[in-house]
């Protein structure tokens, strides 16, 4: 059975080396034509010792971590989706559908070393507002370590008010795909910084969930939950977002606007993707890290039946969330080009192609830098695994 | 005759019949209204249910054990609680409390089962015995009526649930040793739990059972410092202020790193304290020495709300048990003089479950083994070190299953 690390600071610390170079963070352009930027790409067998170099080298082959974050506020959205007390069979949840703690802590240390001011774990873990560090430790993890990993680590759950006095409001390009504004928690508005270190999985109704798709989960249960009040947000959160977001049967809290459409499409499929496009166009993200160490296939939960495990051993980052997740979805086998109707997308839009169209970014692996380890080299077919 | 402590009890209701196939089943005291007098096999004492009280503390206010089923207009699922997880009717916290309000006294639950279900599966005869046992009490054994008309008739299916239940009923009669194992926990609730504190302090009690957190049930009239040894935080069910002696008690917990949990209506009680901010605008902290006293600032109203934040409160660093996969259980978490642990749990939808429980333990024990009460030999599980405890997996189990552990 998988040993949680239970690190202190020291041995984050320990476990980097220099970090050399500066990473360059993309703006979101709008034109005919989206801008790219390089991914890289590592080979990572596992959560061990290997893990920290390997993701050293990445950064800096993206061009070093400091001037991304050097003085900065970095948040972090970490993947941390479903109820902490379930698993796919034995698996702990961060070896199937949960980012690994190793992965999210070496990314803590090296910021640190590279000089960020301060650094925010979010989530909006499903169903409560309890705080995140009790969260994690209901899934065994050492919240500790992490908050130890680097100086001013902090952990806020955003599926609420959380700290602030109000919402923060976001604007998407063009109108948005689905909404014009959405309302989240402070914590996405101040910081510098935002990353999203998400898990490469299947995705039942998405077709695949990447560093895109783990935004889904920063809009507020308070506002877009099924239990979020009708005039006014919730005090507290309850349910998913089943029926405000996933099916329309309801609108957000009378705060927010109502969706662009209200006789659109009542598909999770078409709603889904639009919604996360919506969210990353207005909520840029800087830096895009995807955990593929280990995860499942076939799905994006234990919830969802004939969900497996699979060991891609593989781990993906980027300066742009479209360009990091295409060039993802083809180490998953899948071609980022595909549109409704063809894998992974037999049931859904492509967030990839709904990004695109807010410029957010290029899913045309042909216009994508690759650097270290091909996509030949590291693809994992999970529809393989899928079909067993 | 046998003791009343030893009684292990049939409830038979006013109808005349042969019980012949009690023969050689562990039961060995019929509980009997009035003036029924069935045809009884030797060995059994005959007790009228009037003559029982006086040497049993019956619960009468029961729940027959299961998931119960919401009816929503033509609909039928499972009843949900507030966190969505489903909700399950147990007896396991009014066992443990009335033990601890009738010391030395066997307890016994009188709960029938439901008359609209026709004859009952045999799971569901085992889960009302283990959710008696586990807790420490005897379920009086109460049978539907479909199933005392097929013993009596000697129908097969019949005598293979009465087989079962009588199965069940010897497993947890040659585990007596167990019922003097201790609970392990961190996190203690003292009340009256009477009157106007009765029905908060019984529903916390419940819902700590289903959120995996062992309590210390402590008797305002009783509790001092040697019953909150080893407690981190104490949750004060009490409307009115506790009296000198007990306030000198908590004093002293908090004045040696404890956290006490107490009402709006209390806020007197941090007199000169200093104040040590809040948790999320809910609760001021007071320090007093290295502890701290956490005053509610609205007054409690519902159960579920003070039972998490409680829980948050006392932080689940201080979780001695953790479960996955494990929707549908209680967990009770024990441990013997010899230093030996033992984990039962409760499977109240008495079938396996989707994906295999995982069960945590903080303590780094060294072995563990699965016991069930089918009788077959005890199974080893393999014992995983994670943070300062251990966790093991189970196989699928559709009632029970008790986990020993050894150092």
Redesign the interface.
């Known amino acids: 059975m998988h040993q949680c690390p239970g690190y202190t600071r020291r041995q984050w610390m320990s476990a980097v080396t220099a970090t050399a170079g500066a990473l360059t963070a993309v703006r979101p352009v709008l034109g005919a034509t989206p801008p790219t930027a390089p991914v890289a790409i590592a080979r990572c067998n596992s959560y061990g010792k290997e893990l920290a170099p390997i993701m050293e080298k990445m950064f800096d082959q993206l061009g070093g971590l400091s001037r991304l974050v050097a003085g900065k506020t970095v948040a972090i959205k970490i993947n941390l989706t479903g109820s902490p007390n379930q698993r796919m069979g034995y698996r702990p949840a961060e070896l199937a559908h949960w980012t690994h703690p190793a992965v999210i802590g070496t990314t803590l240390a090296l910021m640190g070393k590279a000089g960020a001011r301060r650094i925010r774990l979010l989530e909006s873990p499903w169903n409560n507002a309890d705080p995140l560090e009790e969260y994690m430790m209901e899934a065994n993890w050492d919240a500790a370590s992490l908050l130890n990993a680097a100086a001013h680590v902090e952990m806020e759950n955003t599926n609420y008010l959380g700290n602030a006095k109000k919402y923060s409001v976001f604007i998407p390009p063009n109108g948005g795909h689905m909404f014009q504004q959405y309302y989240l928690n402070h914590s996405y508005e101040d910081c510098d910084v935002f990353v999203s270190i998400a898990k490469m999985k299947d995705h039942a109704t998405a077709g695949i969930t990447l560093s895109m798709k783990n935004c889904f989960g920063i809009t507020p249960c308070t506002i877009y939950g099924d239990g979020a009040g009708r005039d006014e947000p919730s005090i507290k959160p309850s349910g998913g977002r089943g029926s405000v977001i996933h099916s329309g049967s309801r609108a957000p809290s009378k705060i927010a606007p109502a969706e662009n459409d209200p006789k659109g499409p009542r598909d999770g499929g078409y709603r889904v993707p639009r919604v996360v496009a919506d969210l990353i166009a207005a909520r840029p993200i800087h830096l895009a890290i995807i955990d593929g160490i280990e995860s499942m296939a076939n799905g994006e939960g234990p919830w969802i039946k004939g969900v497996v495990p699979v060991s891609p051993g593989v781990l993906v980052m980027g300066t742009n969330c479209v360009t990091t997740d295409a060039v993802s979805a083809a180490v998953m086998g899948y071609d980022p080009m595909a549109d409704r109707g063809r894998a992974p997308f037999e049931t859904s839009d492509s967030t990839l192609r709904l990004a695109e169209m807010h410029g957010v970014g290029t899913r045309d692996l042909s216009r994508i830098e690759v650097i270290g380890t091909s996509i030949r080299e590291a693809r994992f077919d999970f529809r393989a695994r899928r079909r067993g | 005759m046998t003791k009343p402590s030893d009684w292990i009890p049939l409830h038979w209701p006013d109808e005349s019949a042969s019980l012949q196939w009690l023969k050689g089943s562990p039961v060995n005291c019929l509980v009997v209204d009035e003036s029924a007098k069935p045809a009884t096999p030797a060995g059994i004492d005959v007790v009228a249910m009037s003559g029982v009280e006086s040497q049993v503390a019956v619960i009468r206010k029961t729940k027959w054990p299961r998931v119960p089923v919401a009816v929503r207009g033509k609909s039928r699922g499972v009843a949900t609680g507030?966190?969505?997880a489903p909700w399950v009717d147990s007896n396991g916290w009014i066992s443990s409390l009335t033990q601890v309000k009738n010391p030395g006294k066997p307890v016994w639950i009188a709960a029938d089962p439901p008359t609209d279900s026709g004859m009952l599966r045999g799971e569901a005869y085992s889960l009302a015995v283990a959710d008696a046992a586990v807790y420490g009490a005897r379920w009086m054994i109460s049978l539907d009526a479909d199933l005392r008309k097929g013993l009596a008739a000697g129908n097969a299916e019949a005598l293979s649930t009465w087989k079962g239940i009588a199965e069940a009923t010897r497993f947890f009669e040659n585990k007596k040793q167990w019922r003097g194992y201790h609970t392990v926990a961190k996190f203690g609730v003292l009340s009256d739990f009477a009157g106007a504190n009765e029905y908060l302090a019984g529903e916390v009690l419940n819902l700590c059972n289903r959120r995996y957190l062992p309590y210390r049930i402590l008797e305002q009239t009783s509790a001092d410092a040697k019953s909150l040894e080893g407690l981190k935080a104490v949750l004060l069910v009490q409307q009115r202020e506790p009296d000198t002696r007990l306030q000198h008690v908590l004093g002293e917990f908090m004045r040696d790193g404890g956290l006490v949990i107490a009402p709006a209506s209390l806020s007197h009680m941090t007199g000169p304290m200093k104040p040590a901010g809040n948790f999320?605008e809910s609760y001021d902290y007071f320090s007093h020495g290295a502890g701290r006293l956490a005053i509610a600032r609205k007054p409690w109203t519902d159960p579920y709300q003070v039972t998490s934040d409680a829980h948050?409160l006392t932080?689940?660093?201080n979780?001695v048990i953790?479960?996955?996969?494990?929707?549908t259980t209680n967990a009770r978490y024990t441990r013997g003089q010899n230093g030996s642990g033992l984990v039962q749990i409760v499977n109240y939808a008495t079938r396996s479950f989707g994906?295999?429980v995982?069960l945590?333990v903080a303590h780094p024990y060294k072995s563990a083994k699965l016991v069930a009460i089918s009788g077959q030999p005890p199974e080893s599980l393999?014992v995983?070190?994670?943070?300062e405890g251990v966790?093991v997996?189970l196989p699928p189990f559709p009632v029970y299953a008790a986990i020993e552990f050894g150092d």
């Open positions: 507030p966190t969505g999320e948050l932080s689940r660093k979780d953790r479960l996955w996969n494990a929707g994906h295999p995982s945590y393999d995983t070190s994670r943070g966790e997996n």
